[in-house]
């Protein structure tokens, strides 16, 4: 495994951490608010380093189809149109068919 795909893992693997189990052991006040913007915003950023992680080896070899893929997803996402499945449904759809079209 490269260093960068080792870093890439890392921090996701901390990001996990600080969403997942932190607040578990840390009591964190917050106005109901920002609650529900953390609770909304957070799982969409941990989803959007995810496709770029997994999407990062795919960039050497077929950068434009990653890219548009990638961006597709991001642009999704951040308007929540779709949900989490059919976000990773599309962009996985559409790296397969650019990589089609353009190889």
Known sequence: MSAPESMAITAL???SCL???????????FSPEAQRYLERL?????FINFAV???YSEMVR?????LVSLAVVGVI???D????IGTA???????????RILG
């Open 89 to 99: 449904v599309l962009g996985i759809t559409l790296y397969f068919l650019l990589i």
């Open 42 to 46: 957070l799982p969409a950023a941990v």
């Open 77 to 79: 996402a951040f308007l």
């Open 19 to 29: 969403v997942r189990i932190a607040p578990a052991f840390l009591s964190l006040r």
């Open 81 to 84: 149109l779709l949900g989490l």
């Open 13 to 15: 693997f901390a990001t």
């Open 62 to 66: 077929e950068p434009v189809a990653a």
């Open 53 to 55: 992680y997994l999407l």
